[in-house]
């Protein structure tokens, strides 16, 4: 699939080709008209080298999947030079088609911010005022007939009147018709996030559907087991190695039913949904020890960066197995420790987990958030899409950076509930 950026890229070549083919093809019916073709031949060597320029550009991106805004502004630059070129070797403003260099203005508008098109107008109004005096003549523009000098006058009018015109055009589309094109495009941003969101949404609750039928099936097996272990307790009454193997099967049965009650508990959503205000570090305190619980062998260590006393945070349940999945990500990504840490200003805390691990791929860190990542590594997908989805409901953000010394950076960002408050 073809960047939308590198889309508005062969676009912009397409304009400048048909303008290019517009001028080549008035030049040829000059040339089949006039007795005198030799006039023609900087403007069509000009036409020629900006149509060469073009092709080039043209075979230069094939291979980019993408174009930055930088290459953008750099290639409707080269159509504003290459167009007064043109304009300078065949009758400058007084040629028809000076009004092209609007074009670009129109084209910079609509796909690059306000900056660059404010640019872009300088150096076309620039371009189109040194037209007005300094071009190479053009005999078939110049006036002719017995009143040469009246003719020479209204010629000027109207080219001063034009080059107005262009001033006044040029002004609407960098004032209003950028902020249009930025709200439009904002516009589609929203939309784009709002689809991602409803997709998001809907695999989520695929998955809440799926993993509580599970409970449910899940139960009678678990009872099944915990039958037949009884039963063959009772036929080694006397034997301690066997005693023991059957306390460590019970001890994970249990385990397991207790993840199921707690799994099936889940879909009460009304009391999970329950935001509390709680201590910020005392909360992420607790989710570490619960954590460490279920993995001893993890090298943890926590620090606190902010100073004075741990801000409030406005949380409901469903944060804590969000922030463990990060762990669990963290603790599975082949490092040898993980490093917590929580601070704070005046708006946010934020928690940092380091990992010293793999490190997540590029390809797949660009796919978080934005649905079940199918091509994920070991400790990534649908535990991830569920921590951003949760982050992102308590209006916090999930944020990745890797480090120079390798692995993973994870900073969750949650608001403060206590901002205002004495």
Same mark, same amino acid.
């Given at each position: /699939?073809?960047?939308?950026?590198?889309?508005?890229?062969?676009?912009?070549?397409?304009?400048?080709?048909?303008?290019?083919?517009?001028?080549?093809?008035?030049?040829?019916?000059? =040339?089949?008209?006039?007795?005198?073709? =030799?006039?023609?031949?900087?403007?069509?060597?000009?036409?020629?080298?900006?149509?060469?320029?073009?092709?080039?550009?043209?075979?230069?991106?094939?291979?980019?999947?993408?174009?930055?805004?930088?290459?953008?502004?750099?290639?409707?630059?080269?159509?504003?030079?290459?167009?007064?070129?043109?304009?300078?070797?065949?009758?400058?403003?007084?040629? &028809?088609?000076?009004?092209?260099?609007?074009?670009?203005?129109?084209?910079?508008?609509?796909?690059?911010?306000?900056?660059?098109?404010?640019?872009?107008?300088?150096?076309?109004?620039?371009?189109?005022?040194?037209?007005?005096?300094?071009?190479?003549?053009?005999?078939?523009?110049?006036?002719?007939?017995?009143?040469?000098?009246?003719?020479?006058?209204?010629?000027?009018?109207?080219? /001063?009147?034009?080059?107005?015109?262009?001033?006044?055009?040029?002004?609407?589309?960098?004032?209003?018709?950028?902020? /249009?094109?930025?709200?439009?495009?904002?516009?589609?941003?929203?939309?784009?996030?709002?689809?991602?969101?409803?997709?998001?949404?809907?695999?989520?609750?695929?998955?809440?559907?799926?993993?509580?039928?599970?409970?449910?099936?899940?139960?009678? &097996?678990?009872?099944?087991?915990?039958?037949?272990?009884?039963?063959?307790?009772?036929?080694?009454?006397?034997?301690?190695?066997?005693?023991?193997?059957?306390?460590?099967?019970?001890?994970?049965?249990?385990?397991?039913?207790?993840?199921?009650?707690?799994?099936?508990?889940?879909?009460?959503?009304?009391?999970?949904?329950? &935001?509390?205000? !709680?201590?910020?570090?005392?909360?992420?305190?607790?989710?570490?020890?619960?954590?460490?619980? !279920?993995?001893?062998?993890?090298?943890?260590?926590?620090?606190?960066?902010?100073?004075?006393?741990?801000? /409030?945070?406005?949380?409901?349940?469903?944060?804590?197995?969000?922030?463990?999945?990060?762990?669990?990500?963290?603790?599975?990504?082949?490092?040898?420790?993980?490093?917590?840490?929580?601070?704070?200003?005046?708006?946010?805390?934020?928690?940092?987990?380091?990992?010293?691990?793999?490190?997540?791929?590029?390809?797949?860190?660009?796919?978080?958030?934005?649905?079940?990542?199918?091509?994920?590594? !070991?400790?990534?997908?649908?535990?991830?899409?569920?921590?951003?989805?949760?982050?992102?409901?308590?209006?916090?953000?999930?944020?990745?950076?890797?480090?120079?010394?390798?692995?993973?950076?994870?900073?969750?960002?949650? &608001?403060?509930?206590?901002?205002?408050? =004495?």
């Amino acid at each position: /699939m073809v960047h939308w950026s590198k889309s508005q890229l062969y676009q912009l070549f397409l304009i400048r080709s048909l303008a290019l083919l517009g001028q080549a093809a008035t030049l040829l019916y000059f =040339a089949l008209t006039i007795g005198n073709a =030799a006039i023609l031949y900087s403007g069509a060597l000009a036409v020629v080298a900006l149509a060469s320029l073009t092709a080039v550009s043209a075979f230069y991106f094939r291979a980019e999947t993408r174009v930055t805004d930088l290459q953008l502004f750099q290639q409707i630059t080269i159509d504003v030079i290459g167009w007064s070129f043109i304009m300078y070797l065949t009758g400058g403003a007084t040629n &028809p088609f000076i009004s092209y260099l609007l074009v670009p203005i129109i084209v910079s508008a609509a796909v690059l911010n306000q900056r660059f098109t404010i640019l872009v107008g300088i150096a076309a109004l620039c371009a189109y005022t040194v037209l007005l005096n300094y071009h190479q003549p053009f005999g078939l523009l110049l006036p002719s007939g017995g009143h040469l000098s009246m003719s020479h006058t209204m010629s000027s009018s109207h080219t /001063m009147g034009m080059w107005l015109n262009f001033v006044f055009s040029a002004l609407l589309v960098v004032v209003f018709v950028t902020r /249009m094109a930025q709200s439009m495009r904002a516009r589609e941003q929203k939309e784009v996030q709002y689809r991602e969101q409803n997709l998001r949404d809907e695999q989520i609750r695929a998955v809440a559907t799926i993993a509580a039928n599970t409970a449910h099936e899940l139960g009678s &097996p678990l009872n099944t087991l915990t039958l037949l272990s009884d039963e063959l307790r009772q036929l080694c009454p006397d034997d301690d190695q066997a005693r023991r193997l059957f306390d460590e099967l019970d001890s994970g049965i249990d385990q397991c039913a207790r993840t199921l009650r707690k799994l099936a508990s889940n879909a009460e959503f009304d009391v999970l949904s329950t &935001p509390q205000d !709680k201590d910020s570090k005392r909360w992420l305190e607790q989710v570490i020890e619960g954590w460490l619980n !279920k993995r001893p062998a993890v090298q943890l260590s926590f620090k606190t960066l902010g100073s004075g006393q741990a801000p /409030m945070i406005h949380i409901d349940q469903t944060l804590t197995p969000a922030l463990e999945n990060l762990l669990n990500n963290a603790s599975e990504s082949g490092t040898d420790s993980i490093d917590i840490s929580i601070d704070w200003d005046e708006d946010t805390v934020s928690l940092h987990i380091q990992d010293y691990g793999s490190g997540i791929p590029e390809d797949i860190r660009q796919q978080i958030g934005k649905g079940i990542i199918h091509r994920s590594t !070991k400790g990534l997908g649908l535990g991830l899409l569920l921590s951003h989805a949760t982050i992102e409901k308590h209006q916090g953000q999930l944020l990745y950076h890797q480090p120079k010394q390798g692995g993973t950076l994870m900073t969750v960002v949650l &608001p403060r509930s206590d901002v205002g408050e =004495a």
